[in-house]
């Protein structure tokens, strides 16, 4: 295998906008979105991005993708549930080497500024990178193995929420 | 609601490593992974991001996140199929403001230096920032409903690769 230089270099992005959410503090965002169904967020758009906005009303969920401004210092290896060290890329905790959140909340209402949202597991204030709608076809497998995260609480099923 | 002006600042990232594929170009690569689920690619991770790859196996999917590195300049309105203009977050053209792609893709084998994959919907030579455990409790809403992508082929239910 081999790879040219340029693939190695800083990439430089520019948020659109800016979750907002009740979490103020770390240890009040719950691990994922299942843990808190009912809470609702905003996303504020930055006026230069709310014509991408368009075309997005009926679907039900998006995922979110945001700068975790506040994860700390990255590590490769981080405590898993239970104190167990894990390859940070075998789990979803945020001190990653680029610390990119991946959310799916659930779409609540388009505005012209942005999105009301369900369940966001997203700290208020966060940098938000873009929104993707989330296409079942193309992003539900529900039959997928989680590995050492087999028979943890509240994992054994997709959610319906 | 008020931000921080920081929040505005821009990202500086470094990528983890890069994906190989069979697609050398933007016209070969599949529209999603379930368009060529049998096509195999592999993920190369960078020495110093390799102990990260602990405890992925078991684990049958994988989310990568890559910097489409050839999407070229975005926009904000794309052409949807059928060529009807649609909001950019409303899609999942790689035309976007933050040029950040989001692959689900099978998990074959986790070796020292990267990893198997199958399903790859990515251009050969694509940088990679980050690799997430994809866990149906988190991501599967096989009932999501798809706003104006409805009644697309092949759109009406979950994949089952």
């Given at each position: 295998m081999h790879r040219d230089e340029p693939l190695r270099s800083e990439l430089v992005y520019r948020?659109?906008?800016?979750?907002h959410s009740p979490f103020?503090?770390?240890?009040?965002?719950p691990k994922q979105p299942f843990d808190a169904p009912d809470v609702r967020g905003l996303v504020?758009?930055?006026?230069?991005?709310?014509?991408?906005?368009?075309?997005?009303?009926?679907?039900?969920?998006?995922?979110?993708?945001?700068?975790?401004h506040r994860?700390?210092?990255?590590?490769?290896?981080?405590?898993?549930?239970?104190?167990?060290p894990r390859g940070v890329?075998?789990?979803?905790?945020?001190?990653?080497?680029?610390p990119?959140?991946?959310?799916?909340?659930?779409?609540?209402?388009v505005q012209v500024d942005g999105l009301e949202i369900a369940g966001p597991d997203i700290l208020d204030g966060t940098p938000l990178l873009d929104v993707k709608p989330y296409v079942p076809a193309f992003d539900?497998?529900?039959?997928?193995?989680?590995?050492?995260?087999?028979?943890?609480?509240?994992?054994?099923?997709?959610?319906?929420?």
């Open positions: 948020p659109i906008g800016v979750v103020r503090e770390l240890a009040e965002v504020e758009i930055d006026p230069p991005f709310r014509a991408g906005l368009a075309d997005l009303e009926g679907f039900s969920h998006v995922f979110l993708l945001c700068h975790l994860a700390g210092e990255a590590r490769l290896v981080v405590g898993g549930d239970r104190g167990t890329f075998a789990t979803r905790n945020p001190r990653r080497p680029v990119i959140g991946l959310s799916l909340v659930r779409l609540i209402a539900a497998r529900p039959s997928a193995t989680i590995g050492w995260l087999a028979g943890r609480p509240g994992l054994d099923r997709p959610s319906d929420r």
